[in-house]
C-alpha cells in the first residue's frame, strides 16, 4: 500500500507544481507531518516498532489521498484530466 499512497502523492505534487499551486503542496506536507507526529506520540509507546509503521503510513495516506479528497478545487481539476 506504500508505495502506492508514495506514487499517487508523487502525481499530485507534479499536479500542483504544474497549475502553479505551491502552497497547497505546502500545505500537504504540513498536514502530513503534523498528523505523523500526533500519530507516533500516540502509537509508539504501545505498539513501539508497528506503532511506528502504522503512523507513517497513516501520515502518507492523510497527505496524498485524503488531501486530495478535501481539496474540492484540486479534485476537479484530476477529474477533468482524467476523463479526457
Given at each position: ?10 502525481i ?18 504540513i ?31 492523510i ?22
Amino acid at each position: 500500500m506504500a508505495p502506492l499512497f508514495i506514487f499517487i502523492g508523487m502525481i499530485f505534487e507534479k499536479h500542483l507544481i504544474l497549475t502553479n499551486h505551491i502552497e497547497k503542496n505546502v500545505y500537504r506536507f504540513i498536514l502530513g507531518c503534523i498528523s505523523n507526529f500526533i500519530l507516533s506520540l500516540i502509537l509508539i509507546p504501545t505498539y513501539e516498532i508497528m506503532g511506528a509503521v502504522i503512523a507513517v503510513l497513516t501520515s502518507h495516506f492523510i497527505t496524498n489521498i485524503a488531501f486530495i479528497l478535501i481539496d474540492s478545487k484540486s479534485r476537479k481539476q484530476l477529474k477533468f484530466l482524467f476523463l479526457k
